[in-house]
């Protein structure tokens, strides 16, 4: 059997165009050939017997670098053991991410179409034509046929049109027997039919299709891939809802919301015309068992979830009757409370797993279930059930103190898994709480599937230092840095995460596959995702470990600054004073005011003249964060903060690779080293800054990103979405626009810095519309925040006279998301407080209790619990019915 491969394709010195055959997870690569640059040609030899189905795609290679690819998440298919040629002619199309790549992802192909790909029937024409097209903008239920101008293809007329089958997701095929064409000219159409309603079929845009074909001998098979059909139908859009698992609350909750309660909000969403539910991240973030590990984006492993999220409900029950008795009086009592006790909580449903785990956990480890399980997860579950019980044993998650198993070893998983020995014991109750929380998410996420919603998860940017995956694979990260963010809306002072940055080197060189399999272990429960802080994947804001705010740190990677550059600005680059804090008399006394003298004699030693210098025992942050533990009061506050604004007073931060280059401290504008400045250095310094900051790196970060996020987005058919706000360079949309992925659209935090609040009719149809995240106000708590801007707001875009009324009435809370379900925003997802604002006797008395977190305290604890219970929502006829009528007043279903 030989198979031809012809594809045209425009290519410039230099360049080759390569096949690669994908089969069995196994690649293997075939050079082609041109005359012209343009049009390329090759061919590869098999049998049947081993070659079933042929999947490939094709790149451009120089040399022995790819340069680029075709969208691998739909590659070429033919399905050869449908056909018994032996002589194989394809005529291929470049594939290029389509900008409706959305139309390919599970959200719409599992969740919103229910697709379910149909087998090719067999043939055994003499001589075969097949006729590939996708056709992506069809919707559940709907067929694709072909209909042509001869007796063969139907005449035109629909009802003969011949039927096509769905081979891959938004492919369809159809075998054409050449002999019964009684023609070598081809001229036909594509239309749509639905297959359960008696609707007139829809016919593709554009003229006539026409294929001649070549003369054929008995075996051959011509295969054509053409153009996408296209039909006139809208484009869809969605609304949805945005709740932490943790904040939901059920009748049968534990003091937290779970995965059982998880399914009766996907009820709740389906029942309102919603067609998405975020939820936050939920990974396991175990450290200290105290209420800092309810910081759901410190996540200690990327793989494990966390064990609060357990449903007891659909699991035996105990057999020990007072213990059961006294943890059911218990869940009373903790799911009584307005907010989440998270140490208690975590205690009790920890004690109770052990409980369970004593009575089934023998039955369920030899299960055929588990097995199937383990041998999918063992990889990432054995280092991550050895890490868990090496932290208890130990006391500590700070693996750099224990006595021994300061790193993953990998000789360790010999006797790990070996159900015999010691070792397997003390990690066997890991192994059991693991399976019953994949399986009982997986649960969920078939539910979601079947109610026709898209669950779509969160990506934290970061882990935690002394989690489990830097202790499994270290060399993926730089810990003698903090992740965070510059300041923006959220932090005056920036932002410090204390995350590890990535070594991106490193993770380069294998091909981001600590990043795949991350990616690919999340499709197991989403259909969608967000990536945190995507600006993460084209620098990432680098906080040197000695910090406490994030003023102090620099983009990384980036461009620093020589000495030469900085001063063809028409700055003299004075080392010395611009890199070391500028502390004059002046400065302390309009910081400390009355405690200058204080400050001065205790914290400060005299350089000359006026000049000063932090002592030694207190000049960095963290040496000020120490002296200060535990201290609350009003004045010590201050004057930490103000020794903290001290240390940061510098105008250039040295890089933290190359001393001989340096960065403009970010923000310095506003402190009192840049006040010091003659106007002239003023003028240079902003003009050096701006370009520094707003151009500079563009080009260089645009090619960061693109050596990470292609492979990301292309790990999985999940639904990308991304979170960019905050400095957002220009390269960044560059990148989501080529990659297709969905921005985030916030009318009170608008892209374009022309306008104070966002126009919502400007909405790209590629993002996700939103009033407030989990790290910003909800609605109400905006609206009294800042009455000036409210009213403003009030003025110039609701379009309404007079004062704006104070609290936020349901009815305007109403209007404001009826406006944002109007935008043309894909996906319009609010927080469930924002719904709940619109019914005056459902939402919470006190809006400022409806916080999830606040950004500018990096020691938040996460509490927050809706209310209400969902079984009352959903029962409660008057609200889903005001959200089922704003959802379809907008097109949203």
């Not at 240079?684 to 970060?701: C, G, I």
């Not at 977190?853 to 005001?882: G, T």
């Amino acid at each position: 059997m030989k198979i031809e491969f012809n594809i045209a394709y425009q290519t410039v010195f230099g360049e080759e165009l390569v096949l690669n055959v994908i089969n069995s997870n196994a690649k293997s690569q075939c050079r082609l050939s041109t005359c012209d640059g343009l049009h390329w040609s090759g061919s590869i030899k098999g049998s049947h017997k081993d070659l079933k189905i042929l999947s490939y795609y094709y790149s451009v290679v120089r040399g022995n670098q790819e340069v680029r690819s075709e969208w691998k998440l739909a590659p070429h298919i033919l399905k050869l053991s449908s056909l018994k040629g032996e002589h194989y002619v394809t005529y291929d199309r470049w594939n290029d991410i389509p900008a409706d790549s959305y139309l390919y992802s599970s959200a719409y192909t599992d969740c919103i179409n229910h697709i379910v790909l149909g087998e090719e029937p067999v043939h055994a024409y003499p001589k075969t034509v097949k006729i590939k097209v996708h056709a992506p903008q069809l919707r559940e239920n709907e067929a694709l046929f072909l209909c042509g101008s001869i007796e063969a293809l139907g005449k035109w007329n629909a009802d003969k049109a011949i039927p096509m089958a769905e081979h891959n997701y938004n492919e369809w095929v159809v075998d054409l027997n050449v002999e019964a064409l009684n023609t070598y000219h081809l001229e036909f159409k594509f239309i749509a039919k639905n297959k359960k309603a008696d609707y007139s079929p829809l016919w593709e845009t554009g003229y006539n299709r026409t294929i001649d074909l070549p003369e054929m001998k008995a075996g051959d098979v011509e295969v054509y891939e053409l153009d996408q059909a296209f039909f006139e139908i809208y484009d869809r859009k969605l609304a949805g809802t945005l709740v932490p698992v943790f904040s939901l609350r059920s009748k049968t909750s534990f003091g937290v919301g779970d995965f059982g309660d998880l399914k009766k909000m996907i009820t709740f969403v389906a029942q309102t015309h919603q067609r998405v539910l975020q939820v936050l991240p939920i990974n396991d973030t175990t450290i200290t068992h105290t209420w800092t590990d309810s910081y759901p984006y410190s996540c200690i492993s990327i793989f494990a979830i966390h064990p609060q999220y357990v449903d007891f409900t659909v699991l035996p029950s105990l057999k020990n009757v007072k213990k059961k008795n006294d943890f059911e009086k218990l869940r009373e009592e903790l799911n009584a409370l307005k907010q989440i006790d998270y140490e208690r909580v975590n205690e009790a449903k920890n004690e109770y797993l052990k409980e369970l785990f004593a009575q089934e956990g023998e039955k369920v480890l030899k299960s055929t279930d588990f097995k199937q399980f383990f041998k999918e997860a063992e990889w990432w579950l054995v280092p991550y059930a050895q890490y868990s019980y090496l932290r208890e044993e130990y006391g500590t998650a700070d693996f750099s103190t224990w006595p021994d198993h300061q790193v993953w070893n990998e000789a360790d998983r010999d006797i790990l898994v070996d159900h015999k020995s010691q070792a397997y014991q003390h990690v066997a109750f890991y192994y059991y709480v693991q399976f019953i929380l994949n399986r009982q998410m997986q649960s969920v996420h078939e539910y979601a599937k079947s109610k026709g919603v898209i669950l779509k998860g969160d990506i934290p940017i970061g882990v935690n230092r002394y989690g489990c995956d830097v202790w499994m694979e270290p060399k993926y990260f730089n810990l003698n840095g903090q992740a965070g963010a510059p300041p923006d809306d959220f932090s005056v002072n920036g932002q410090n995460w204390g995350f590890p940055t990535y070594n991106w080197d490193e993770m380069i060189k294998d091909g981001c596959v600590w990043w795949v399999h991350r990616f690919q272990n999340m499709s197991k429960f989403f259909d969608a995702y967000r990536i945190d802080h995507v600006l993460g994947f084209f620098r990432i804001w680098e906080i040197p470990v000695n910090s406490v705010h994030g003023l102090l740190g620099q983009f990384a990677p980036s461009l620093g600054m020589t000495r030469d550059e900085i001063e063809g600005y028409g700055l003299h680059f004075q080392e010395e004073q611009f890199t070391k804090p500028f502390i004059a008399d002046w400065v302390v006394e309009r910081i400390f005011k009355e405690h200058a003298d204080e400050v001065k004699a205790k914290y400060l030693n005299r350089v000359h003249d006026d000049i000063l210098e932090m002592k030694p025992e207190y000049d960095t942050q963290r040496k000020i964060e120490a002296i200060f533990e535990g201290k609350t009061s009003d004045q010590d506050i201050w004057i930490r903060d103000g020794l903290y604004s001290l240390i940061s007073d510098v105008l250039f931060i040295r890089d933290s690779k190359d001393p001989n280059k340096f960065h403009p401290r970010i923000s310095v504008q506003f402190d009192f080293v840049y006040e010091a400045l003659w106007d002239n250095d003023k003028a240079a310094f902003n003009k050096l800054y701006n370009d520094y900051y707003y151009r500079r790196n563009n080009q260089f970060w645009y090619g960061e990103a693109m050596k990470k996020l292609p492979r990301l987005v292309e790990a999985t058919r999940m639904l990308v979405c991304a979170e960019d706000l905050g400095m957002v360079p220009d390269c960044v949309p560059w990148v989501m626009n080529q990659l297709r992925i969905l921005s985030l659209e916030l009318q009170s935090m608008p892209k374009d810095p022309t306008v104070k609040f966002g126009h919502l009719s400007r909405n790209p149809y590629r993002s996700v519309c939103t009033i407030s995240s989990h790290d910003m106000p909800t609605l109400r708590q905006w609206w009294d925040e800042d009455w000036e801007r409210t009213q403003e707001y009030y003025n110039t875009m609701l379009h309404r006279e007079g004062p704006a009324p104070h609290p936020l009435p349901g009815w305007l809370a109403r209007n404001i998301i009826s406006r944002h379900l109007a935008s043309p925003s894909m996906l319009c997802v609010l927080s469930i407080q924002d719904w709940m604002a619109i019914d005056e006797k459902l939402r919470l008395a006190d809006q400022n209790a409806e916080r999830i977190n606040i950004p500018a305290n990096p020691r938040h604890y996460w509490r927050y619990r809706m209310h209400v219970n969902i079984e009352d929502l959903i029962n409660n006829q008057d609200f889903s019915h005001c959200v089922s009528e704003l959802i379809l007043e907008a097109g949203r279903k």
